[in-house]
């Protein structure tokens, strides 16, 4: 079975501190995705990043960077510098390969609530 | 561009009372999905579909029924609320698989009294 678990449920920084966010996934899917999602209070969500279970590339965007490590099954997340507007829930995805993984189930973590304070 | 679009945002229902959501996408994605978020629990998937005339089970079907006659469209039902399905539910669509990313519906606000 698959799962996703976010073991952080509320972290509160104060800005322009840095913060990780962390998530450990379980499958027994060879080809897999990974995903984060932020959903900001106006509670609609939105796509960050995804990367593929071949690829351990650790990737950097502006403030955004994104640590996979198969060996430990964690996605990490850390945000440099902080800012108000980092403050979101964000939720950590795992999708199976499609062709066998009966079609295409995307699995969420329990999220983890952002709160950076001026 | 619309996107992926959810009626209603809000609704208020008795216990045993039935409605629908309906959930439409206009990219002509094939995967679409429904998901349900309470506190604490994340965003949990009822059913899924992937294409026309298809839907399957998540992790959280029972009390829920989906339809997929129509690519654009995909409605969730529910035949007999209960309060343990006050919560908030949010459409997705994906183009084909779920190596690509989610777009999201703006979330169905539901509460069964």
């Known amino acids: 079975a698959q799962k996703v678990t976010q073991a952080q449920t509320e972290i509160s920084v104060v800005e322009k501190e840095d913060v990780t966010l962390d998530c450990v996934y379980e499958?027994?899917?060879?080809?897999?995705?990974l995903f984060w999602y932020k959903q900001p209070p106006s509670g609609e969500l939105v796509f960050l990043i995804r990367r593929n279970s071949f690829d351990e590339q650790n990737e950097i965007s502006g403030r955004y960077s994104w640590n996979f490590q198969k060996s430990t099954s964690s996605f990490n997340f850390t945000i440099t510098a902080s800012q108000v507007v980092d403050s979101a829930v964000y939720f950590c995805?795992?999708?199976?390969?499609?062709?066998?993984?009966?079609?295409?189930?995307?699995?969420f973590g329990q999220g983890t609530e952002l709160s950076v304070k001026p | 561009n619309a996107g992926v679009t959810q009626t209603p945002k809000f609704r208020v229902l008795k216990t045993g009372q039935s409605m629908t959501l309906l959930c439409a996408q206009d990219m002509n994605h094939e995967y679409m999905y429904w998901y349900r978020q309470d506190p604490g629990m994340g965003l949990r998937l009822i059913h899924y579909s992937v294409g026309e005339g298809t839907t399957a089970k998540g992790e959280v079907p029972d009390g829920y029924n989906v339809s997929r006659l129509k690519k654009q469209n995909f409605l969730l039902g529910l035949e007999s609320a209960a309060p343990s399905q006050t919560s908030v539910y949010f459409c997705?669509?994906?183009?084909?698989?779920?190596?690509?990313?989610?777009?999201f519906g703006s979330g169905t606000q539901l509460s069964v009294l």
């Open positions: 997705a669509s994906g183009y084909k698989s779920t190596n690509e990313k989610l777009f």
């Open positions: 995805a795992l999708g199976g390969a499609p062709y066998y993984n009966q079609g295409g189930k995307l699995i």
């Open positions: 499958t027994r899917d060879t080809t897999y995705y």
